[in-house]
């Protein structure tokens, strides 16, 4: 039989073949595989990454809640120290202040916020005694730094008072009642209040107990909560830790003076109702609210009526066709402000306001004429009216 080598030739050139693609496609899985394997790698990643921003989320938040707790027990300038030392001294700080509150201790006379020891001298006999009794080892020298945790003077030696750990525990829930996220969270919380007030009041009783009803701080801090709840997750204000107006967008005054009202009307409500309605610190501490709410809205009303009258005054100077259109603006007003007097001449009354309440933009200032007076009202964002012959 003769040798075919054109068969041979072609037998090992299909073999060989045959290997080069089963190597190509061997390689084709490999880096398939490899990918595969990055894109878990990758994945892993970014979970790892969105884990981590969320757990950095949730510390921040954590870390605000307790700004805010500790910004009604210390001054700003110790608040931003304290916060220094983290969660865990936040916390810390927070559990010395309600101690030190519950004693009717004011937790700001009771921190420092230096950390080095000054020259004897600098230093108060008191605070100086105060230190040196709390400390278990030597004496500390000179410049040498101070343990956060002694930067708090110790308790006196005296019991606290089952009353003040009431007002404390009152205050506490409060403060967690603002802070609710959701309807049941809150009820739960009230009711809890609830049971506590209730409790207070039968020991009060029962102990004849005089004085007043919640200390001046206990009063400032239910006030705060309540103000700080209205502003909260608004985007035109900003605060500061201890709930003040730090910022805002210009033109939203009106905005601002209607959650300030909303606050002491819900103050004042909730006053009315309780044991302490008669307590002149708690009338005093509410009435505060209602001044803010008054001088935003007078910082509305005065800026829009100073432009108005610098305009019509600025037209009036001008040729005939700007005085023609001060004229006008005279009878028509402009778009944030609407004279006492209505086109037709005649005087726009608390009736008419109601009825132009949805042709008026938000932050618009209404003059109109109650018993023979003028007054300013001023539509919000929220679609209410902020009446000047109602305070």
């Known amino acids: 039989m003769a040798f075919n080598m054109g068969a041979f030739i072609g037998g090992f050139s299909e073999g060989m073949t045959s290997r080069i693609q089963e190597q190509n496609r061997e390689?084709?899985?490999?880096?398939?595989?490899?990918?595969?394997?990055?894109?878990?790698?990758?994945?892993?990643?970014?979970?790892?990454?969105r884990s981590e921003k969320k757990l950095e989320r949730e510390q921040e938040r954590k870390l605000e809640l307790l700004a805010e707790q500790l910004s009604l027990y210390y001054s700003p300038e110790q608040t931003t120290d304290i916060l220094t030392k983290g969660q865990a001294g936040a916390e810390f700080a927070l559990t010395k202040a309600q101690n030190y509150s519950a004693q009717d201790l004011d937790p700001r006379t009771m921190y420092e916020v230096q950390d080095y020891e000054l020259e004897r001298s600098e230093v108060s006999p008191v605070a100086t005694t105060l230190r040196t009794e709390a400390k278990a080892g030597p004496a500390v020298r000179q410049g040498e730094a101070i343990p956060f945790a002694e930067k708090f003077k110790p308790l006196p030696k005296t019991i606290t008072t089952k009353a003040k750990t009431f007002e404390a525990r009152l205050v506490e829930l409060d403060f967690a009642m603002s802070q609710a996220k959701t309807a049941d969270e809150k009820t739960a919380l009230q009711s809890m209040y609830n049971n506590t007030h209730e409790k207070y009041l039968e020991f009060k009783k029962k102990n004849d107990l005089g004085g007043d009803y919640f200390s001046k701080q206990s009063l400032d801090s239910i006030v705060n909560n309540a103000v700080k709840s209205k502003f909260r997750g608004k985007e035109f204000v900003e605060l500061t830790p201890e709930g003040l107006i730090k910022s805002f967008q210009s033109g939203n005054e009106g905005d601002v003076a209607a959650l300030y009202l909303d606050s002491y009307l819900a103050l004042d409500a909730r006053r009315q109702a309780e044991p302490w309605?008669?307590?002149?610190?708690?009338?005093?501490?509410?009435?505060?609210?209602?001044?803010?709410?008054?001088?935003y809205k007078a910082t509305l009303v005065n800026r829009v009526e100073t432009n108005y009258n610098t305009t019509i005054a600025e037209l009036n100077a001008g040729g005939a066709e700007d005085q023609v259109l001060a004229t006008q603006l005279q009878v028509n007003g402009t778009a944030d402000f609407k004279p006492a007097t209505k086109s037709d001449g005649t005087p726009r009354t608390v009736e008419d306001v109601l009825e132009e309440k949805q042709s008026f933009d938000a932050n618009t200032v209404i003059q109109y004429v109650h018993d023979g007076e003028v007054y300013s009202a001023v539509k919000t964002t929220f679609g209410n009216l902020l009446w000047g012959h109602q305070g």
Do not use: C, P
């Open 277 to 295: 309605k008669d307590d002149a610190g708690a009338k005093t501490a509410i009435n505060e609210v209602l001044k803010e709410y008054i001088k």
């Open 27 to 49: 390689a084709s899985r490999k880096r398939e595989e490899e990918r595969l394997e990055q894109r878990m790698i990758d994945k892993e990643a970014r979970d790892a990454a």
